[in-house]
């Protein structure tokens, strides 16, 4: 019988940042190793008093046959609630998930994640004494975004339409969550970040947007980006996986990078959390991987 949130016990919350490995970089989120007997209320009341941006609920599953990873121990289904809300799929609280198996008995190595979005393979790996995970997105796409959406967009963030880098087109990506990716023509314009909170809110559940991604391109492979996420109930994500995977997706479908790329994302600086995500795009295979470091944060 599922226990509902008046009377679950409380479970054993970790907290872990992922995409960085100091405590205080990258993006925080709260993991439940065992959410099974949690309902929905249950598991949205305890991701608003983590208060991350994303909380992770895993219940161990059935291996599954189909992704060519896992095993009996190593395959879980997960749910990803921020303050306010469910999301379809997280990346940074998958990848700080999976460190937390890694490092809590099951070792380095493959795991299968069953999420809303899809069936996500992520494999651990033990690099000079730090952890890594590599998640591996559902299948993505990129669409077009309608010119009064994007009109919409750029009035609610208060970015004049010439402060967009005409070389990287607006477009909505999807990797396991749908983002806007907007450019940015320079590093200032991506550093001064004020926006109007209510009204791209507005915009972003009449899309169906987890976050905005707003991206400047320093070099042919390397980005920095910035996550608005109100729709989460926070102002800006710190290091979103999910949208590094979108942002894969859609810088191939342009061409803007070679179809066989390593892509590397700066993310947080701006907030004081600096991460570091990288994007690993392979010829003849349309899934994105995103891999990162994660650690404890002690308390």
């Known amino acids: 019988m599922t226990t509902n949130s008046a009377d679950a016990a409380s479970p054993d919350v970790l907290r872990y940042t992922a995409f960085a490995t100091d405590p205080a970089g990258g993006n925080p989120a709260g993991i439940v190793l065992d959410a099974a007997g949690l309902d929905d209320a ?63 008995g099951e070792g380095a190595g493959d795991f299968v994640f069953s999420t809303r979005a899809g069936t996500v393979p992520v494999t651990v790996t033990d690099v000079d004494g730090t952890l890594r995970a590599t998640l591996t997105s559902v ?14 967009a750029l009035a609610a963030l208060d970015w004049p339409a010439d402060d967009l880098d005409p070389s990287l087109p607006p477009r909505i990506a999807y990797a396991g969550a749908r983002h806007l990716i907007l450019a940015a023509a320079t590093r200032e314009r991506l ?62 479908e342009l061409a803007l990078v070679p179809a066989e790329s390593e892509l590397t994302l700066h993310q947080g600086a701006d907030m004081g959390r600096p991460g570091l ?23």
């Open 42 to 104: 249950a598991m949205l009341g305890i991701a608003a008093e983590v208060g991350y941006s994303e909380s992770a609920f895993l219940v161990p599953g059935a291996p599954d046959s189909a992704s060519g990873s896992g095993s009996p121990g190593r395959a879980f289904d997960v749910r990803y609630f921020s303050p306010r809300a469910e999301v379809p799929f997280c990346g940074h609280a998958t990848v700080a998930a999976a460190v937390a198996l890694a490092e809590r």
């Open 139 to 152: 299948e993505p796409h990129v669409d077009e975004v309608a010119a009064a959406d994007l009109t919409e």
């Open 191 to 252: 550093a001064d970040l004020s926006y109007d909170f209510e009204r791209l809110a507005t915009l972003m559940r009449r899309l169906d947007l987890t976050t905005v991604q707003l991206v400047w391109r320093e070099s042919d492979l390397t980005f920095h980006v910035r996550d608005p996420f109100p729709v989460g109930g926070v102002v800006e994500d710190p290091a979103t996986g999910a949208a590094a995977a979108a942002f894969g997706a859609y810088a191939r």
């Open 277 to 299: 995500l990288t994007v690993s795009l392979q010829e003849g295979d349309e899934r994105v991987r995103v891999s990162g470091a994660a650690v404890r944060i002690e308390g």
